[in-house]
């Protein structure tokens, strides 16, 4: 069979990258944009964190209106928006005009994970939710790995204005290739029939092509009565804290533990990344092997997210650390630990929905959750070095919140999402055994 919908996933995957690339852009040129302005860690914390203030505020907005724009629609507007965003933050002049830059940067960039989530329920059979959500969320490594170096080096080269501006420039070329080549997978003209029925066939389980989809939208009210959201929003913030901290502040770390460039944090701070990918796309396959559907929608992912955010504590190790290939090393492992648990999260958040037109509003409130974990990371963080003069502190609350999130995860995370209006049929006891269903 052939498996033309790789090439969804990596349209994904690279609008992600896109994404993160201009994400990752402020970080690392943040040296020499703290030097010309006079910014103060308190004040680099902000710019940090500022682009996450309008994303938080736009994400179930977004949410809300995927199925009447449609995802097409929706991440184009998206990707025009923050690139332009991010041209303009090499014509800034202070502080403000900064800050302005990164808000509307945020506004655009709310628009990929609601999208994306609905793109994956629609193109995507259940088994394969996994992987493809972990190539999906890894655009969110790949970028800071391979952003770190071009920012770095444009920085480097150019100056880091001119960084920005043909960082900005790329979003555009992507564009052209998604809307030349995207659509519903029941109308474009590229899928075989074989694999179209295929689609339609298992992305809502084997055996359930059709029961759900005629079920309307629930609403947000009636969504967050069930513990099982509360449990994937929680965990979302406690590993998007630490995975945005590490984001943003991880290139001024190494900058100080280790005497680098801006060239140097660059290639270091790419490393880790890179290895995230590779480290993530085997656990999400693991997890995709799970013994039947019915482990899949019963949430047994859960365990493969849980046990890898526990890698995160090995940050605690750190600040004991002065050898460059140790501190890689150590830092491949938390980030990849960050990025894997997110991932995974958001297929549990597809394995447990029975609704299909849930998606995006779903994947609004989790998203929603991390990054308000996200917004406060590299505030608090550039709180803790500024009034300390080191990230010992910084390391252990992230830690901390990392063990909180697995509980929290494991012991809420025990039902499905159900419609809220029932369709012709829905995925009851009837369709799952009762210890799968009771989830005990």
């Not at 995975?243 to 060239?263: A, C, D, E, I, K």
Request: charged share 10%; net charge positive.
């Amino acid at each position: 069979m052939s498996y033309r919908r790789g090439w969804v996933a990596l349209l994904l995957f690279t609008v992600v990258v896109i994404n993160y690339i201009d994400r990752v852009a402020l970080s690392v040129a943040a040296k020499p944009i703290a030097s010309e302005f006079g910014l103060s860690p308190v004040e680099m914390g902000y710019l940090f964190s500022s682009f996450l203030w309008s994303y938080v505020l736009c994400l179930l907005p977004i949410g809300l209106v995927v199925d009447r724009f449609g995802s097409k629609t929706i991440i184009a507007a998206g990707l025009t928006i923050w690139s332009l965003a991010t041209v303009f933050t090499g014509l800034t002049w202070n502080f403000g005009t900064i800050l302005l830059a990164r808000l509307v940067m945020g506004v655009g960039e709310a628009t990929t994970y609601p999208a994306g989530a609905r793109v994956i329920r629609d193109w995507i059979p259940e088994r394969e939710r996994g992987q493809i959500t972990m190539i999906f969320n890894g655009g969110s490594a790949a970028g800071p790995a391979l952003g770190a170096l071009l920012a770095a080096w444009l920085a480097s080269t150019f100056g880091w204005r001119t960084g920005f501006i043909v960082l900005g420039l790329l979003g555009f070329v992507w564009l052209a290739a998604w809307m030349t080549w995207f659509g519903a997978p029941e109308r474009v003209s590229w899928l075989s029939p074989r694999e179209r029925d295929k689609i339609l066939g298992e992305r809502n389980g084997q055996g359930l092509a059709a029961a759900q989809e005629s079920a309307p939208q629930s609403s947000l009210g009636y969504l967050l009565t069930n513990p099982t959201i509360w449990a994937l929003i929680l965990s979302q913030a406690t590993i998007v804290y630490g995975g945005y901290s590490f984001l943003t502040w991880l290139p001024t770390y190494l900058q100080q533990r280790l005497t680098l460039s801006v060239m140097g944090t660059g290639l270091f701070t790419s490393i880790p990344y890179t290895a995230t990918l590779l480290v993530g796309l085997a656990i999400a396959r693991m997890s995709d092997r799970l013994p039947s559907s019915n482990s899949i929608r019963s949430g047994a992912r859960r365990y493969f997210t849980a046990g890898t955010m526990l890698f995160g504590l090995l940050a605690l190790a750190a600040p004991m650390i002065d050898n460059a290939v140790l501190l890689t090393v150590l830092f491949t492992l938390v980030v990849a630990s960050s990025n894997v648990s997110s991932a995974l999260n958001m297929a549990i958040l597809n394995d447990l929905s029975d609704n299909p037109r849930d998606a995006s509003r779903l994947m609004s409130l989790v998203i929603l959750g991390g990054n308000c974990g996200g917004l406060i990371g590299p505030i608090v963080t550039g709180y803790v070095v500024q009034s300390t003069g080191e990230f010992i502190w910084a390391f252990r609350i992230a830690s901390a919140l990392l063990v909180i999130g697995a509980i929290l995860l494991l012991t809420m995370c025990r039902g499905r999402i159900a419609a809220q209006h029932a369709p012709l049929r829905t995925l009851a006891s009837s369709e799952i055994p009762v210890e799968a269903a009771s989830f005990r």
